[in-house]
């Protein structure tokens, strides 16, 4: 086996083809809680959480006024978006709510908690929270164990309610 990738590896940003650039703007930045760190001509954006140059790149370089992949085709899944804790993937659940943007799945997968949905152009997120490796599930050997169990919503809201 070929060495493995250095542990302290991060995925950096993603960079999205879009439609219409001023609606992933309005999304990205009003219900997702980005900031728009700038405009690139009037082709691209590029927004960011707590001032980092970009997390998200959008763009219409070759997709203005284009459709979706078809369903059943190849391209991107879904990606994720990382939160610091679940009370951040309780706020980011309650501005999804309060624009009424529609959620696609929500899970907890042991390691995890996640909350699925699609932005304009019908790219795939992920949001979610990890829980400390100390409380992943494993088998009796030590074998993680991810789960697919569902979300327990009303203790993720709680997390917002007032000490």
């Given at each position: 086996?070929?060495?493995?990738?250095?542990?302290?590896?991060?995925i950096g940003h993603v960079h999205l083809r879009v439609s219409d650039l001023p609606r992933a703007v309005k999304f990205y930045t009003e219900v997702m809680g980005f900031e728009l760190m700038q405009y690139y001509g009037d082709s691209a954006a590029f927004v960011s959480a707590g001032g980092y140059h970009h997390h998200i790149g959008?763009?219409?370089?070759?997709?203005?006024?284009?459709?979706?992949?078809?369903?059943?085709?190849?391209?991107?899944?879904?990606?994720?978006?990382?939160?610091?804790?679940?009370?951040?993937?309780?706020?980011?659940?309650?501005?999804?709510?309060?624009?009424?943007?529609?959620?696609?799945?929500?899970?907890?997968?042991?390691?995890?908690?996640?909350?699925?949905?699609?932005?304009?152009?019908?790219?795939?997120?992920?949001?979610?929270?990890?829980?400390?490796?100390?409380?992943?599930?494993?088998?009796?050997?030590?074998?993680?164990?991810?789960?697919?169990?569902?979300?327990?919503?009303?203790?993720?809201?709680?997390?917002?309610?007032?000490?």
């Amino acid at each position: 086996m070929p060495e493995p990738i250095d542990p302290g590896t991060t995925i950096g940003h993603v960079h999205l083809r879009v439609s219409d650039l001023p609606r992933a703007v309005k999304f990205y930045t009003e219900v997702m809680g980005f900031e728009l760190m700038q405009y690139y001509g009037d082709s691209a954006a590029f927004v960011s959480a707590g001032g980092y140059h970009h997390h998200i790149g959008l763009n219409t370089w070759e997709s203005a006024g284009g459709r979706p992949p078809a369903r059943g085709s190849t391209g991107l899944y879904h990606f994720a978006i990382l939160l610091p804790n679940r009370k951040a993937l309780a706020q980011t659940l309650k501005r999804l709510i309060d624009h009424n943007w529609p959620i696609d799945g929500a899970s907890d997968h042991g390691v995890s908690e996640a909350i699925y949905l699609s932005d304009p152009d019908k790219n795939g997120i992920e949001i979610y929270r990890d829980r400390p490796r100390s409380e992943w599930p494993r088998d009796e050997k030590g074998t993680l164990r991810m789960t697919g169990d569902p979300l327990d919503f009303d203790g993720l809201m709680a997390e917002l309610d007032p000490v």
